[in-house]
């Protein structure tokens, strides 16, 4: 379906030109007035200056040729030349049952050019405990995801696992001295390696700790865990057997912790599926003239004359000869565009890597390792602070894992359920966690995704405001007056959305009405932030007609047929919008 915008203008633009001027000042925008019109036109302003005379002249013209257009219900002229307008109800009305007719998408046309975009998103490191760092990346990445695929785009979510580096060295390191017994440390074992891990994922994740610590105070230990990293790397068999354990607890981990924030990856790669790679890569950098070696290294110049600050060499490899995490992310770049030939490549990690992959894109450009067609784009986050304006922390002052805080949310949520009404506990903790992650994921995807914010766990939670469970509340009210409806009666077979019979509900049509623009442009600027605004406002526009409005009271049953339409349109429109903000909501709460 054409944007409301676009079939208001036109017929404005039409205006203009039936009188003489020029179509292109007939175009139509929101009203900034929303308490004198709707739609405003403020070409006239300007049209006055291209054709010398006052611009109250030609907004009277046009809001005379327009008075009798279907479209509106008045068309104003303001001094000293702007053009106020209201749409026409039954216009509104008819716009509205298109929309509903398509229950799928509303009306949302999708992508004329469909392409393959890959979304680098979640970024957790194996055998670290997820912390709230990475859930920013989870939420967001998760929700640019759902709102491309809604907008017709292929969209490939890899989670670009931290499996490459010190850490696994660090384990095995702190494994060896436990169990040295272990056949992985046998340097002459020949045999097949057990096929069950020798540790589970809480031992895990206490040894990394533990290793870390000590490395940090024990040079030779350290010597050690860089040593074994080392080996695993030029492929020690025990070593790479011990890495497969590892991942493999760790990534079922991960996966029940997503599972909990219904977030999903199509790829479980990591950075050590880059790492074959990177010698073919490295040689044609080097054949091709791009990498030379600056101070023992090989780097590859990625400044530009227009730079207005110093943008550093990309480093490709240190003077040991030892690959880096830009290493791995540009041969990460060479399968992505082997295997897939994405369009673009959406990269959401924390905005302080910002320089880092500026250095990375610009070298992947000027080495061809990726198409000029492909697009690579940096969606960076902010910090989630506590309310002291410092990164969220756990009560003690250290680093919150992401599970602990989900099950914070979780235990509060039930506890509000549970003082409202009395529910029966299994149904109660459900909804509990479905209001919670809506809290957690609406807390964050309302503000745009560069900015800080805090995590204000009463504030999130609040079933009033701008909130996930205050738009859930607004659902689950929708749901609960539709199932009163069909207990009493059934729909007439030809209900439908009819014209407006209260300002109340105009301006809750007006609202829908937005819909495909707002998700086509939430889409084109990666902004969920978009989504939230829209329905926050959706959301406060029906609860407003409804206090102002008898639904199941109302005697005359075909406007009430009609309000039962409008508010399936609402519930439409609202569980699409969650469903790309990637929560759900419940039948009651
Ligand atoms: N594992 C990294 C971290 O925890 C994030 C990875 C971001 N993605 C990337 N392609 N570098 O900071």
Known sequence: MEKILELISREVEEAFAADGYDKKYGRVTLSNRPDLCEYQCN?????????????????????????????FESAESVKPGFLNLKLDADYLAGYLRQMSADEERLGCEKSKAPKTIMIDYGGPNVAKPLHV????????????????????????????????????????????ERKPELVYFKEDYEGAYPEDAPFTI?????IYPTASAKSKEDDSYKEAAMQATYELQHGRKGYQALLAHILNVSVSDLKRNYENLNVSFELWKGESDAQPFIPDMVQKMKD???AHMSEGALVVDVKEDTDTKEIPPCMILKSDGASLYNTTDLATIVWRMRDYHPDEIIYVVDKRQELYFTQVFRCARKTG???PETELKFLGFGTMNGKDGKPFKTREGGVMRLEYLVNEINEEMYKKISDNHTVEEEEGRKTAKMVALSA??????????AKDYIFDVERFTSFEGNTGPYILYTIVRI?????????QKTLPQDATILAAHSESEKALMLEISKFNSMMESAYTDTAPHKVCAYIYDLANAFNHFYHETKILAEMDETVQAGYICLLELTKRALEICIEVLGFAAPEKM
Request: proline residues 1%.
């Open 43 to 71: 070409g006239a302003m300007a049209a006055a200056k291209e054709y010398k005379c006052a611009p109250f002249l030609i907004s009277d013209k046009i809001a005379e040729s327009l008075s009798g257009n279907e479209m």
């Open 440 to 449: 957690i994921k609406y807390g964050d995807l309302s503000n745009q995704a």
């Open 133 to 176: 760092g990475h859930l920013r990346s989870a939420i967001i990445g998760e929700s640019v995801k759902r709102i491309g695929r809604f907008m017709g785009h292929t969209m490939i979510g890899d989670v670009h696992l931290g499996d490459w580096g010190l850490q696994m060295g660090l384990i095995i390191t702190e494994l060896k």
């Open 202 to 206: 809480s031992e895990l994740e206490e």
């Open 288 to 290: 091709d003239g791009f």
């Open 369 to 371: 390792l990726v198409s």
């Open 479 to 487: 749901k609960s007056i539709l199932k009163k409806y069909q207990e």
